[in-house]
């Protein structure tokens, strides 16, 4: 599944695409995929791209109207969730197709920028900008996870989110609630490179500072390399990611820990796969 740095790829591949680009026409085909304002999509005509940002494993975009003058207030938030297999690519208009397009936006240079997903676990949703509904209350709406975002938190703020946790620290990492943007892979190698166990809980304050400042450290590695491709992750131009190359222990159970030789283990918490070195990974 794409996590935050796999997503931020994508937004900034997009962001130096889309804004100041007309939107032609958007052609929703599933209406199973867009719960949310599936009937407004032929509404979208003729607006114009704005802003592309990202919260968490969210990409959220701001349609708005072309005046004489310039640009016109945002119109719409159009929010696009990859979920396990989601992939969002600009095509040139002749380009093959892919199975399982469930939309294509066509913008006016002839490019499309279409939605495919086989697994089906990717959601879109589209809310109208008025006086009453901002973008905040927009994305709220949309369903956007209220967590903090992992590369903002200050050190007080992110002891606060862990400190006292009843659950294993693997488990609260992943809860969107919490911090959003933090899947199994960068919880899994951000744990190891702090030396923390998947399933420690009531960790002392310097160990939260470490795992701070690892977590943070490995979600910038990773938007450097593009992200990770473990299953079919790819950019908006289609690129995979390499980050998968210097993964320390995610999908590596088996293989000997690069720090220690130790062999390294997969166990399960709360239904969640984790990967760890039971050498070089302590409780609390
Ligand atoms: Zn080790």
């Given at each position: 599944?794409p996590?935050?740095?796999?997503?931020e790829?994508?937004?900034?591949?997009?962001?130096?695409?889309?804004?100041g680009?007309?939107?032609?026409?958007?052609?929703?085909?599933?209406?199973?995929?867009?719960?949310?304002g599936?009937?407004?999509?032929?509404?979208?005509?003729?607006?114009?791209?704005?802003?592309?940002?990202?919260?968490?494993?969210?990409?959220?975009?701001?349609l708005?109207?072309?005046?004489?003058?310039?640009?016109?207030?945002?119109?719409?938030?159009?929010?696009?969730?990859?979920?396990?297999?989601?992939?969002?690519?600009?095509?040139?208009a002749?380009?093959?197709?892919?199975a399982?397009t469930?939309?294509?936006?066509?913008?006016?240079?002839?490019?499309?920028?279409?939605?495919?997903?086989?697994?089906?676990?990717?959601?879109?949703?589209?809310?109208?900008?008025d006086?009453?509904?901002?973008?905040?209350?927009?994305?709220a709406?949309?369903?956007?996870?209220?967590?903090?975002?992992?590369?903002?938190?200050?050190e007080?703020?992110?002891?606060e989110?862990?400190?006292?946790?009843?659950?294993?620290i693997?488990?609260?990492?992943?809860?969107q609630?919490?911090?959003?943007?933090?899947?199994?892979?960068?919880?899994?190698?951000?744990?190891?490179?702090?030396g923390?166990?998947?399933?420690?809980?009531g960790?002392?304050?310097?160990?939260?500072?470490r795992?701070?400042?690892?977590?943070?450290?490995?979600?910038?590695?990773?938007?450097?390399?593009?992200?990770?491709?473990?299953?079919?992750?790819?950019?908006?131009?289609?690129?995979?990611?390499?980050?998968?190359?210097?993964?320390?222990?995610?999908g590596?159970e088996?293989?000997?820990c690069?720090q220690?030789?130790?062999?390294?283990?997969r166990?399960?918490?709360?239904?969640?796969?984790?990967?760890?070195?039971?050498?070089?990974?302590?409780?609390?």
């Open positions: 599944m996590e935050l740095p796999e997503v790829t994508v937004a900034r591949g997009l962001r130096r695409m889309l804004p680009t007309r939107l032609v026409r958007a052609e929703l085909r599933r209406r199973d995929i867009a719960r949310i599936a009937a407004d999509w032929p509404r979208l005509e003729g607006l114009e791209w704005g802003a592309v940002e990202r919260a968490g494993k969210y990409l959220l975009f701001t708005r109207r072309r005046t004489p003058r310039g640009q016109g207030r945002p119109a719409w938030r159009l929010m696009i969730h990859l979920g396990m297999t989601g992939q969002l690519r600009i095509s040139q002749g380009e093959a197709e892919p399982h469930h939309a294509i936006f066509y913008l006016e240079n002839g490019n499309q920028l279409r939605f495919q997903d086989p697994r089906r676990f990717g959601r879109l949703g589209l809310l109208p900008l006086e009453e509904t901002d973008i905040a209350e927009a994305d709406r949309l369903g956007v996870a209220p967590g903090r975002e992992p590369l903002e938190i200050g007080a703020e992110f002891i989110l862990f400190r006292g946790s009843q659950a294993p693997k488990s609260a990492l992943l809860d609630k919490r911090l959003r943007g933090v899947g199994n892979i960068y919880a899994d190698e951000s744990l190891h490179r702090a923390i166990a998947p399933r420690a809980r960790i002392s304050r310097p160990r939260l500072l795992l701070r400042r690892e977590l943070r450290a490995v979600l910038r590695a990773a938007i450097r390399a593009g992200g990770s491709s473990v299953s079919d992750y790819v950019n908006s131009e289609g690129e995979r990611g390499w980050f998968q190359m210097q993964h320390r222990v995610y590596r088996g293989q000997p690069r220690c030789g130790a062999k390294l283990r166990v399960e918490i709360s239904g969640r796969s984790a990967h760890y070195c039971p050498q070089c990974q302590r409780l609390g």
